[in-house]
């Protein structure tokens, strides 16, 4: 299966071992609560699943690498107690807690959550001194002489033997005691991913024609050679700053994340065309409406993949602009109930119509809970001053967010967007205070101002990337058409979440126009059979 599958497979599983009878014990004992395995080959995405998991499902998240415990760190250290046994004193052999039983004791305690995942990396390749230890852990989820807590569910990973040498093969004992998921590296489910992340560009644009080099591990004369998600991934990122730099991508460079000659060498000379594609056919004005007249004509020569590189570079400009937007229209949602609080209190009457206007409500369920609960504990405190209101509301937010970080259930799009959230709450305060209003109708319209003036930054930034969405569309139809182009951007602007929610929310023409006209299931496959054809 997919990593995409197997996530939701262990999602599920999660959820039915933590479901709870009438009397709030377990509906399946921890004894019956089979750890899962997944079984995949390394650099595929099983950890950012998990960190995933945990963030969706609102429970804590300890993760371990199982190469890095010996017997006495997993199992804890023995030390000698003195204890009485029908009159006689004896000197009884004890141990210590282990340091990850010892670890989700903390995680509780840190952040107020008492459920979550317990995920072991690498569990067959354990040393040889704590192997034994592990069949007793998977079945009764005990090291030493502690126990798992309950309401922790044990997700386990590894890497098949073809792919490290330090694997343990389990016997048929241990793996009856498992719920084994075989997991696959697959690049389709890995795109989904990729734009979620933010990754470059040049690398999407790249596997689209090449998608055979996405994940690949091979014996070669020289040794083992590998590409993994995992490289792509760390590849991106070192590219961006190189670029913010002006530094120089060189197949050295690029070996050092992508291990193969052939694809390093191949990625290297795409990395310098896209570079190349990138400045002759001037991306900006294409996107302000003002593609020279010469660009539109060397689009309409280009070969196929030519235009692939270019429709990507474009698409990716305008897609993290809708990105950006996206975030902001998150923020000022999960903004709004912390500021409706204040006007309840304050005595002043706002309809809040502005936001309305541009945030939609239900964009963030998730969100929109978690500032409701702080907006409620503000609204009934006995503090009269709007100074006094604010305070306590970025203190119950920064707690919050304090809560799921211990528990590493706090994603980084979560992260930043209360972030802003605290920073507007702590700029108001501080206007407040310095306008000497503190209290009442006056300084609840002074933060209304502030709110009304992003809000209106929001709406010309949206009319700005609204204006390049059709300037891509036109360019699009003007340099190749209806076709195939077309379909590839009509596709991408349907598969990417926020580009969906983008275009839910704020519309876009010719999005519905195209999207009604191709036949979307019947092309996209034809275009697949086109592109595999050329030899690139």
Not at 7 to 17: A, G, M, R
Not at 375 to 387: G, L
Not at 474 to 493: D, P, Q, Y
Request: contains cysteine; negative net charge.
């Amino acid at each position: 299966m997919t990593i995409k599958q197997a996530k939701e497979y262990i999602k599920s599983t999660v959820n039915l071992y933590l479901k709870k009878d009438e009397f709030g014990e377990y509906r399946i004992p921890v004894v019956r609560q089979r750890p899962i395995f997944l079984l995949g080959a390394p650099g595929v995405g099983k950890t950012a699943v998990m960190e995933q998991i945990a963030q969706e499902l609102g429970i804590a998240l300890v993760s371990y690498s199982m190469t890095h415990h010996t017997r006495q760190s997993a199992l804890g250290l023995p030390f000698i107690e003195e204890k009485e046994y029908e009159g006689k004193n004896y000197r009884v052999s004890e141990y210590t807690m282990s340091e990850i039983i010892a670890s989700i004791y903390d995680v509780m305690r840190e952040s107020g959550i008492k459920e979550g995942i317990l995920f072991l990396d690498e569990i067959n390749c354990v040393s040889e001194t704590l192997a034994p230890s592990m069949l007793q852990f998977l079945q009764y989820k005990v090291f030493g002489k502690h126990k798992v807590p309950e309401g922790w569910v044990i997700v386990t990973a590894g890497n098949p033997p073809e792919y490290n040498k330090s694997v343990r093969e389990f016997d048929v004992v241990t793996m009856d005691r498992l719920k084994v998921l075989d997991v696959e590296a697959e690049y389709s489910v890995w795109k989904e991913y990729a734009q979620e992340q933010g990754i470059h560009n040049v690398i999407t644009s790249y596997l689209e024609l090449k998608k055979e080099h996405f994940y690949r591990i091979e014996t070669t004369v020289k040794g083992r050679s590998y590409v993994t998600a995992r490289g792509w991934e760390d590849l991106s990122q070192i590219l961006y700053l190189y670029e913010e730099e002006g530094l120089t991508a060189d197949e050295t460079l690029i070996g050092q994340y992508l291990r193969n000659d052939r694809i390093v060498k191949e990625f290297t000379a795409y990395y310098d065309l896209y570079n190349k594609y990138k400045k002759n056919y001037h991306v900006e004005d294409i996107l302000a409406g003002k593609a020279p007249e010469d660009t539109v004509i060397r689009a309409k020569a280009a070969a196929f993949d030519e235009r692939l590189s270019l429709l990507s570079m474009l698409m990716d400009k305008v897609l993290g602009e809708i990105r950006e937007r996206m975030e902001n229209a998150d923020y000022l949602n999960a903004l709004m109930p912390l500021l409706k609080a204040v006007k309840n209190t304050a005595g002043n009457t706002w309809a809040g119509a502005s936001a309305n206007e541009t945030v939609n409500a239900s964009a963030n369920a998730a969100a929109s809970t978690a500032t409701n609960e702080a907006a409620n504990i503000t609204a009934n405190e006995t503090v009269n001053t709007v100074a006094n209101i604010l305070e306590k509301q970025i203190e119950a937010k920064r707690k919050w967010m304090d809560s799921l970080q211990a528990a590493n259930a706090l994603s980084d799009e979560e992260r930043r967007k209360y972030k802003r959230v605290v920073r507007f709450l702590e700029r108001a305060r501080k206007e407040v205070q310095m306008g000497d209003m503190g209290q009442g109708e006056e300084a609840f319209l002074q933060i209304k101002k502030m709110f009304d003036a992003q809000v209106g930054e929001m709406k010309a930034d949206v009319a700005e990337t609204k204006g390049k969405l059709h300037a891509l569309f036109a360019f699009t139809k003007e340099a190749f058409g209806e076709e195939n182009e077309m379909l590839i951007l009509v596709t991408e602007l349907t598969v990417n979440t926020d580009s969906a929610r983008f275009i839910g929310m704020f519309g876009c023409e010719d999005y519905q126009k195209y999207n009604g006209q191709l036949r979307l299931s019947g092309r996209q496959e034809d275009l697949r059979q086109e592109i595999e054809k050329l030899d690139l």
